[in-house]
């Protein structure tokens, strides 16, 4: 007798557990992303970014970076063995405190240590004396602090225990709070980047919790189907035609009605709206399913073991590449750096990648031994 649950593509419980690969492509490929687009960006190397390596870096560095990240990062709440109300909010009160302490490493202290050499008429003062310059760069927010502010959520989400279309719910409402919702600024510097936090109100509010949070819902909602996914190949072969396709659609769209998607724009791409996040996770779904086919062709030993690692790892890699780029930028306010040829600040970035990942693995591999003796 033919029995249809058989051949359904979705299971009523879950069945596709465990690490799920792709999601390990797609964040080592993010943050060598961001590497590379943070040392072009950042360290002054005479590099025109609108050259071919130029903008290379630039679409990388966009929506396969910090989107896909956040995307990713809602499915992991779905996977995560620790996804308790308690568990999610101590981890997000973690990772504000993280952000903020990564301010403080990668920019109040090379500026406050540097300061008797630092050139305080460099453009990147933007005629803000050093000590605003001390207190804007302490209080900044980035995606680690949008991290935090995630973690908060969901936990808030396991709290109510919302249902995923309630969640649903609750992401357009916060859509819609974004759209609605034109924030002031004030006179004071540091309730300026408060009010960042949840809005972009300059350019130190990179990623503002109610343009970026529809992200993490998108892969939170995403994450819920691929875990009952019986079928990985076909559920991915459909998302990677379906997915291009809107991808294609919602792309011309822009052009034809010249709606802006941030590409070249950091005021754009960092204050998202609705359409943008449907763009961007029209990209998203079918670069998922590419990582995923492409993932049959990686041969076993040293490159799954570094995506692995990379992914693992994301949070402190993240860190120290910050606070090498951060103190060479403070150098740089002091005496002049060279300038470089695209293949020395290639090499440069994957020098700073190289050092962030033997950092963090070094520093894992000494924890780890004194935990296990902990636990002994």
């Not at 225990?161 to 819609?176: I, Q, T």
């Not at 004030?186 to 949840?198: A, D, P, Q, R, Y």
């Not at 972009?200 to 949070?213: E, G, L, Q, T, Y």
């Amino acid at each position: 007798m033919f029995d249809a649950t058989e051949t359904a593509l979705f299971s009523d419980l879950p069945t596709n557990t465990g690490r799920q690969i792709e999601m390990d492509i797609a964040k080592s490929l993010a943050i060598l992303a961001m590497v590379f687009v943070h040392v072009l960006l950042f360290i002054p190397n005479g590099v025109d970014t609108e050259s071919a390596y130029g903008l290379i870096v630039g679409f990388f560095g966009g929506v396969p970076a910090a989107p896909v990240f956040m995307f990713c990062m809602g499915v992991g709440m779905v996977y995560s063995r620790h996804s308790q109300f308690a568990s999610l909010f101590r981890r997000g009160l973690r990772l504000l405190f993280l952000a903020y302490l990564l301010n403080f490493l990668r920019g109040t202290l090379p500026l406050t240590v540097l300061s008797p050499w630092i050139d305080a008429d460099a453009p990147f003062f933007q005629g803000e004396s050093l000590r605003m310059k001390w207190l804007s760069m302490l209080f900044a927010v980035d995606i680690l602090h949008f991290a935090g502010l995630t973690f908060l959520f969901f936990a808030i989400v396991r709290y109510f225990k919302l249902n995923k279309a309630s969640l649903f719910v609750v992401g357009l409402a916060l859509a819609l709070v974004e759209l609605l919702i034109v924030p002031h600024t004030t006179k004071s510097t540091v309730m300026n980047e408060f009010i960042g936090l949840f809005f972009r109100v300059d350019r130190n509010s990179a990623f503002p919790f109610f343009s970026w949070i529809p992200f993490p819902i998108a892969g939170y909602l995403f994450g819920g189907l691929l875990r009952k996914c019986r079928n990985k190949n076909s559920f991915y072969a459909f998302l990677l035609a379906a997915g291009s396709l809107l991808f294609i659609l919602f792309t011309v769209t822009a052009l034809k009605y010249q709606v802006p998607l941030g590409m070249r724009d950091d005021d754009v791409y960092y204050a998202q709206d609705f359409y943008r996040v449907l763009w961007g996770v029209s990209f998203i779904l079918p670069w998922l399913s590419l990582l995923y086919f492409l993932s049959f062709c990686i041969p076993e030993g040293f490159l799954p073991d570094t995506i692995k690692r990379w992914s693992r790892n994301v949070n402190g890699i993240y860190m120290v590449h910050w606070v090498i780029i951060g103190w060479l930028v403070a150098v740089g306010f002091c005496v002049p750096l060279p300038k470089f040829s695209t293949i020395a600040i290639a090499a440069v970035s994957l020098g700073i990648l190289l050092a962030s990942d033997f950092l963090v693995s070094t520093y894992a591999h000494w924890k780890q031994p004194a935990t296990d003796a902990t636990k002994g």
